[in-house]
C-alpha cells in the first residue's frame, strides 16, 4: 500500500473553501485515490475517488497532481456539517482500504 | 443513511463471552466489509465477503469469525472475549468488489467489562 501523509488537523471558517491535501509519493498506476470522511460519533462516508483526472461531485471535488504524487480535496464551502476526519487512501481494489490517522477538520463559525 | 443497517447498537458483556454482531448490506450490494476502531488503534480492516465468499482476511483474531449468508446479510461472532476487543465494529458495504465506494452503517459499540 502507499503511504499517505495528510496534515493532522485543518481549521476553516464556515462558508469558505477548504483545501485538503495528501502526499502520496510511493502511489502505483493502479492505485485510484479514494476519500472518506468520519463525522463524530458515525461510521466512514465516501467523498470522492479518482484515477488521474480531478473528479467532481456533489459533495466535494478532488484534484490529482500530474505526477499522482499528491492530491487535492476541495470543499467548496465549508459548513459545521463538514467537520469530520477526513482520510485520503491510495487503493488499487486488490487489497482492503487502509485507513490512516487522516485530517481533523474543524470548522468555525 | 447509508442503507447499511447493524445490530444491535450497543453491547455489554463480560469477559469470556460471545457475542454476535449482524450487518444487512445497501440493498444489492455484493459485497460486505468488517471494520474495527478502537482509541488506540484507529479504523482496522477485519474481513471482506462477496456474494457469500470470504474475498480477503485482514488482522482478525482466530477468535473472531464471520459469514455471509444467501440473503447477503453478514455476522461477525467474537468469542472468548478480552477487555481488549472493547470497540466500535463497523460493516461496509458495496456493489462490488473494489474499487467500488464503501457505503458504512453506525457500528456496534461493544464493552467488554
Known amino acids: 500500500d502507499a503511504k499517505t501523509t495528510q496534515p493532522n488537523s485543518m481549521e476553516s471558517n464556515e462558508e469558505e473553501p477548504v483545501h485538503l491535501p495528501c502526499n502520496h509519493s510511493?502511489?502505483?498506476?493502479?492505485?485510484?485515490i479514494h476519500w472518506y470522511r468520519q463525522l463524530p460519533s458515525q461510521g466512514p462516508e465516501y467523498v470522492i475517488h479518482?484515477?488521474?483526472s480531478n473528479v467532481n461531485n456533489r459533495m466535494a471535488s478532488l484534484a490529482i497532481a500530474e505526477d499522482r504524487k499528491s492530491s487535492t480535496l476541495i470543499l467548496h464551502r465549508a459548513t459545521l456539517r463538514d467537520a469530520a476526519v477526513y482520510y485520503c487512501i491510495p487503493n488499487s481494489g486488490n487489497t482492503p482500504l487502509v485507513f490512516g490517522k487522516g485530517t481533523r477538520l474543524s470548522v468555525i463559525a | 443513511d447509508s442503507g447499511v443497517t447493524q445490530t444491535p447498537k450497543h453491547l455489554i458483556t463480560a469477559t469470556g463471552q460471545r457475542v454476535t454482531l449482524r450487518c444487512s448490506p445497501r440493498s444489492g450490494d455484493l459485497s460486505v466489509y468488517w471494520y474495527q476502531q478502537s482509541l488506540d488503534q484507529g479504523l482496522q480492516f477485519l474481513i471482506h465477503y462477496y456474494n457469500g465468499e470470504e474475498r480477503a482476511k485482514g488482522n482478525i483474531l482466530e477468535r473472531f469469525s464471520a459469514q455471509q449468508f444467501p440473503d447477503l446479510h453478514s455476522e461477525l461472532n467474537l468469542s472468548s472475549l478480552e477487555l481488549g476487543d472493547s470497540a466500535l465494529y463497523f460493516c461496509?458495504?458495496?456493489?462490488?468488489?473494489?474499487?467500488?465506494?464503501?457505503?458504512f452503517g453506525p457500528g456496534t459499540r461493544l464493552t467488554v467489562t
Open positions: 461496509a458495504s458495496s456493489v462490488g468488489l473494489p474499487p467500488y465506494e464503501q457505503y
Open positions: 510511493t502511489i502505483s498506476g493502479t492505485d485510484y
Open positions: 479518482g484515477l488521474t
